[in-house]
Nanobody, 115 residues
Framework: QVQLVESGGGLVQPGGSLRLSCAAS????????MDWYRQAPGKQRELVAR???????NYAHSVRGRFTISRDVAKNTVYLQMNSLKPEDTAVYYC?????????WGQGTQVTVSS
């Protein structure tokens, strides 16, 4: 298991940008899936973006073209660049690391999009 720590959340106006970071306590090089999820009040947690150990990426329809997931293996860190933010992007964002023997979650970071 790796420990995950998210950072970079905050309050931003509609149309603004934020970059979230997910720092892992160990190597992420071989972890099958590194995901960003989010959970808004009263809603289920949803998958926002995924990057695989071969650097393939997938996005939820609602964020495609606005969000970009990336990873820096040397720094054991995964990023989520969020542009053109909308009020409906407001949620707690969680990082998840998953492989056959692992399913680790971070504590989450709050993103609030409001004028």
């Amino acid at each position: 298991q790796v420990q995950l720590v998210e950072s970079g959340g905050g309050l931003v106006q509609p149309g603004g940008s934020l970059r979230l970071s997910c720092a892992a306590s160990g190597s992420i090089k071989s972890i099958n899936f590194m995901d960003w999820y989010r959970q808004a009040p009263g809603k289920q947690r949803e998958l926002v973006a995924r990057i695989t150990n071969s650097d393939m990426t997938n996005y939820a329809h609602s964020v495609r073209g606005r969000f970009t997931i990336s990873r820096d293996v040397a720094k054991n860190t995964v990023y989520l660049q969020m542009n053109s933010l909308k009020p409906e992007d407001t949620a707690v964002y969680y990082c998840n690391a998953r492989s056959i023997t692992m399913d680790s979650w971070g504590q989450g970071t709050q993103v609030t999009v409001s004028s």
